[in-house]
């Protein structure tokens, strides 16, 4: 059969023992590091080699996991395998203890510990053949040349049926998280875990996220100033950026800006019969993991995206040493755990001092162009030295991808290092769905984090609940 391996440069050595296994089981065999390209052509030659191929063997490492060139290459085959199922298969071969990617996850796939696993691997693939190959030398010109008449249809269904029936393949189940919690939890045990969270931890106790926030604050302007009821139109004016509206609104509210934020911001907070603010399944788990444990085990600090004050009124709730951070020059003492908030403070029920709030373009273009701002400094160090677990996070904040990127080529390790939790796209198409879950995922990556994925967003507090 003609085979593809898709791998990193960094595991060369791996994919020439593997190529020469391979040959020698009388495959074609085919990889961009076994070849010599016109640069120019290169794209072209390899999307022609993977829709030309019948197997394609993705060779999942640390370093393959940091290559924007080989996600590129698997997700063209999975596009591909989904159009061929009858003629073309897939094989991912996971090499030690890396994490599979979400989207590898429903592809049966090999994990390699050893060169005898990886020889029985080869000579696997060789029994499905209904009869042997003819070896042929790699052509340096090209990456794969013409299919002939032979049919391998046979051979690569024979091949799919063994996958589903062999034992030694592993198919990894959605919900199975036990190398990336274990490694959360040493983060944890070893006072290195930061949270890092967004506008979806807040949003369970009744406060708004970004654009309902924005609206809020758009009817307040207009009604306070014509005296109307809020239109239906205002969503689409939504279609200007979150930032620029941030500075419209800034402009329009002069002096009033911060106290119109405050109000808005805790007008809707869902309130129980006591009168006391709902503790969410999600906000229970992340005071438990505040909470120190009798061995001083808890979070390190929690860094927040949010203005709000509502996990310091469960902290003080539960009586958990913190220190809320919004300033240069505030610091917290060893027995308290810092909540950064990096974006600016609002308490609901102290008076408003000096905010630091980021929320109109002008605020982040400062944030942006400052790279030596507190808030910068101190979430680079987190990023830096720290693991850091990702919740309630769009990843759209340029600024927090900027120095999401900038830790990623600092990480002297290929392994990513930091988390994030992401609810799996729903949409009416599920093909439109797997491709934007793929999609998502690279993103994350190539930002050096490792999706954990959930089915609903009440799902986190059981990541969460795992660690403690």
């Not at 969410?280 to 860094?303: A, D, N």
């Not at 300033?327 to 755990?337: R, V, Y």
């Not at 990702?390 to 999401?404: A, C, E, F, Q, Y």
């Amino acid at each position: 059969m003609r085979i593809f391996v898709s791998s990193s440069g960094r595991d060369y050595a791996f994919v020439e023992h593997l190529s020469s296994l391979l040959e020698s089981e009388g495959h074609e065999v085919f990889s961009l590091w076994s070849i010599r390209l016109d640069v120019s052509s290169i794209q072209k030659n390899i999307l022609k080699s993977i829709t030309g191929s019948d197997v394609f063997i993705a060779v999942v490492s640390e370093n393959s996991l940091q290559s924007q060139n080989c996600q590129s290459e698997w997700i063209s085959a999975l596009v591909h395998a989904q159009n061929h199922k009858d003629k073309f298969i897939l094989i991912p071969i996971a090499l030690g203890s890396v994490q599979m990617p979400h989207y590898l996850w429903e592809q049966h796939f090999f994990k390699i510990d050893s060169k005898s696993q990886l020889s029985q691997f080869v000579k696997w693939i060789g029994k499905t053949q209904s009869e042997p190959t003819i070896s042929v030398k790699r052509d340096s010109k090209t990456l794969i040349k013409k299919k002939d008449s032979k049919d391998y249809k046979e051979p690569v269904e024979k091949l799919r049926v063994a996958l589903e029936e062999r034992t030694l393949i592993k198919k990894k189940d959605s919900k199975d998280y036990k190398e990336p919690v274990e490694k959360l939890r040493v983060a944890l045990k070893e006072n290195k875990l930061t949270l890092v969270c967004g506008a979806g931890v807040s949003k369970g106790s009744g406060l708004p996220d970004w654009n309902e926030l924005i609206l809020s604050l758009l009817d307040k302007t207009l009604y306070d100033k014509s005296k109307k009821e809020d239109p239906e139109g205002l969503k689409d004016m939504m279609s200007m950026s979150g930032p620029i509206m941030g500075r419209c609104l800034k402009t329009q509210l002069g002096d009033g800006f911060e106290k119109s934020i405050k109000e808005k911001l805790y007008e809707f907070a869902a309130e129980s019969e006591e009168g006391k603010l709902v503790k969410t399944p999600l906000i229970e788990s992340i005071i438990k993991l505040s909470r120190p444990q009798r061995s001083g085990v808890c979070l390190e600090s929690i860094i927040t995206l949010n203005f709000d004050s509502m996990l310091e009124d469960f902290l003080t709730e539960e009586k958990i040493s913190f220190k809320s951070i919004y300033g240069e020059g505030m610091t917290c003492d060893s027995k308290e755990m810092p909540v950064y908030h990096i974006h600016g403070f609002l308490p609901r029920k102290d008076p408003i001092e000096k905010s630091n709030l980021v929320f109109s373009e002008d605020a982040y273009h400062t944030q942006f162009s400052d790279h030596y701002s507190w808030s910068n400094i101190t979430l680079l160090y987190k990023l830096m030295n720290n693991t850091c677990l990702l919740i309630g996070v769009s990843l759209k904040d340029p600024n927090l991808r900027r120095l999401l990127d900038v830790s990623r080529r600092g990480n002297t390790e290929s392994s990513l290092k930091h988390y994030i939790v992401k609810r799996i796209p729903r949409s009416k198409s599920s093909d439109l769905n797997d491709f934007q879950t793929m999609l998502e995922e690279q993103d994350a990556n190539s930002l050096g984090l490792y999706v954990l994925w959930v089915e609903e967003y009440e799902d986190i507090p059981k990541i969460l609940d795992k660690l403690s």
